[in-house]
Nanobody, 117 residues
Framework: QVQLVESGGGLVQAGGSLTLTCAASLTAFMMRDMGWYRQAPGKERELVAIVNFGGTANYAEAVKGRFTISRDNAKNTVYLHMDSLQPDDTAVYYC???????????WGQGTQVTVSS
């Protein structure tokens, strides 16, 4: 059973920073993509950022220039560093991986990020 353990959420003032961490129970090679989604109250879950095994990253337009995704393949871990946080970034953030061979998506339990104005 694949497990994703997230940490790093919390309450921060607008303009502040947070770093989310997600440690996976799969080896890095088995995870073609690692990333983060978020879901705000009353809204659909949306992609925030994703990074492939080789380190190529893609970002949602709303977070480009403010968020940085990275992965440490030696630790089977993905990070999301968030700068210049705004109240609109308030959401539950979910870690995501896609299995390299089965294309199965796996999700973390979610971590709350709240940005106060």
């Amino acid at each position: 059973q694949v497990q994703l353990v997230e940490s790093g959420g919390g309450l921060v003032q607008a303009g502040g920073s947070l770093t989310l961490t997600c440690a996976a129970s799969l080896t890095a090679f088995m995870m073609r993509d690692m990333g983060w989604y978020r879901q705000a109250p009353g809204k659909e879950r949306e992609l925030v950022a994703i990074v492939n095994f080789g380190g190529t990253a893609n970002y949602a337009e709303a977070v480009k220039g403010r968020f940085t995704i990275s992965r440490d393949n030696a630790k089977n871990t993905v990070y999301l560093h968030m700068d210049s946080l705004q109240p609109d970034d308030t959401a539950v953030y979910y870690c995501y991986i896609r299995h390299r061979f089965s294309n199965t998506n796996y999700w973390g339990q979610g971590t709350q990020v709240t940005v106060s104005s």
